[in-house]
């Protein structure tokens, strides 16, 4: 279906939904279409390809609302679709806070086809993209000591996005993305490792060759054979670029318009306060051409735009959609996102983070004695306090070196004290969504 069709399915959607008494109305149509390979063993482990479209509605009834959802286009169904949220409506607590955008607030921003979300390139048939699976399944089996590829895989999609509102808003844009991505085993019996590599892009072109990511996950299963515990303690702890955006995650989870207004952060009070270095910066750009979580407009029609959340070193803004930004009595930052079926959330598109001036092969030379994170297993994050527990594994280091790699260890700490010590590399990977140089950190006991 195309935008047009789009619009037009949105607009029945929304009349229908003011004849069966609603004040407010947007609607959300999605036309996705995927295929992806699997491959083990040197043989076809999975195939499927897939096209639908999807419709969801949000009403809203004086200070009450629903949503509702369906992949059935009829126009009866959208009479029906269009009753029963407004039932539901009538019955759900009120929300004092819920709402659409003034009309004067919405539109604008950047032409989506600027941002280039959507590869011109057709669909790769299922052949082309086995082919793609079978290149890295080979590379990463031909590292040495690797013995099996638990799965190698390649992937398409294409989706069209559409948005309209009661208000007068009315948006889409198209968005595609591919990915290869590698499983590998090395080792025999009770003494194997397993690790992983993968790569994802809006285009085929931009994507790294299968033999590339193979060889990448071949090597670091290989590198984790024969673990042994370290020493525990306080020791510094470098979080590798793999796993380094996951800590700048929790900053940007405590700075959620959601966690703020229940008063469920650590940094609740933390507006304008020092936590992270000086010199420290995070970023959100929604409008990075070819950009993984780019977007020229939230999910509240709001105009996509830059902004500093942190500001050498200092907070300056929280992640906002309209109802929590009503609620802390501040405007919408823009950040408003939802599924088909669900109602509006704060979440963050691109973040970018201050880079240091050294290379990961400084940082621990630097730290001398201690940890190297290469992946996490499980977690436990008080989010009102920031107390810090994760399992993890990577890399131990002596005299600036690696000397042998650790699995089944605990790290703990606190978010606020941990934070303020890091010390960021300059290896960002600017093609993450999420895009966090290695870090250093201090203030973390290691328990084996």
């Avoid at 919405?106 to 011109?120: K, Q, T, Y």
């Avoid at 086995?130 to 399944?137: P, Q, T």
Wanted: a negative charge; hydrophobic letters at 45%; glycine letters at 12%.
């Amino acid at each position: 279906m195309s935008g047009d069709g789009h619009i037009d399915l949105a607009a029945r959607l929304i009349e229908a939904a003011r004849r069966a008494g609603a004040d407010q109305a947007d609607a959300m149509v999605v036309g996705a279409m995927s295929s992806a390979v699997g491959v083990q063993a040197h043989a076809l482990e999975e195939a499927e390809r897939a096209e639908a479209t999807d419709i969801g509605l949000r009403v809203i009834v004086g200070r009450r609302q629903a949503s509702v959802s369906s992949s059935d286009l009829r126009d009866a169904m959208l009479a029906e679709m269009a009753t029963r949220a407004v039932a539901m409506a009538q019955a759900a607590p009120e929300d004092p806070w819920c709402g659409l955008a003034d009309a004067d607030e919405v539109g604008g921003g950047v032409d989506p086809a600027s941002l280039e979300l959507s590869d011109p390139a057709e669909m790769p048939d299922p052949a082309a993209l086995e082919a793609i699976a079978r290149a890295a399944e080979d590379a990463a089996l031909g590292v040495s000591g690797v013995t099996q590829v638990e799965q190698a895989a390649a992937s398409w999609s294409r989706d069209l996005v559409t948005i309209l509102q009661s208000n007068g808003f009315s948006g889409s844009y198209a968005r595609s993305s591919c990915s290869v991505a590698v499983s590998a085993i090395a080792g025999e019996g009770l003494a194997r490792e397993r690790d992983w590599a993968s790569e994802t892009r809006r285009f085929w072109s931009d994507l790294p060759g299968p033999a590339v990511i193979g060889k990448r996950a071949g090597e670091r299963a290989a590198a984790m054979l024969a673990p042994r515990r370290p020493p525990a303690g306080r020791f510094p702890v470098i979080y590798d670029e793999r796993v380094a955006s996951g800590l700048i995650g929790h900053v940007l989870g405590a700075i959620n318009g959601g966690a703020v207004a229940r008063g469920a952060s650590w940094l609740r009070e933390g507006m304008g306060t020092q936590i992270l270095p000086q010199g420290f910066d995070v970023t959100e750009d929604p409008l990075i051409v070819r950009g993984r979580a780019s977007r020229p407009f939230d999910a509240e029609g709001i105009a996509a735009a830059r902004h500093v959340l942190v500001e050498d070193g200092v907070l300056r803004s929280w992640v906002l959609d309209l109802a929590t930004a009503r609620q802390l009595g501040l405007a919408t930052t823009g950040n408003a996102r939802r599924g088909i079926s669900g109602t509006p959330a704060p979440g963050t598109t691109n973040i970018r983070v201050t880079q240091g001036t050294c290379s990961r092969e400084d940082l621990i030379r630097r730290m001398g004695r201690g940890l190297i994170v290469t992946s996490f297993i499980g977690a436990s994050i008080n989010p009102t306090t920031g107390a810090y527990s994760r399992g993890a594994s990577g890399f131990w280091v002596e005299g600036g070196e690696i000397v042998h790699p650790v699995n089944e260890i605990t790290l703990a700490g606190t978010l606020p004290d941990m934070l303020r010590t890091i010390v960021p590399a300059n290896d960002a990977d600017p093609e993450k969504a999420v895009s966090v140089p290695s870090l250093l950190v201090e203030g973390l006991t290691i328990g084996a």
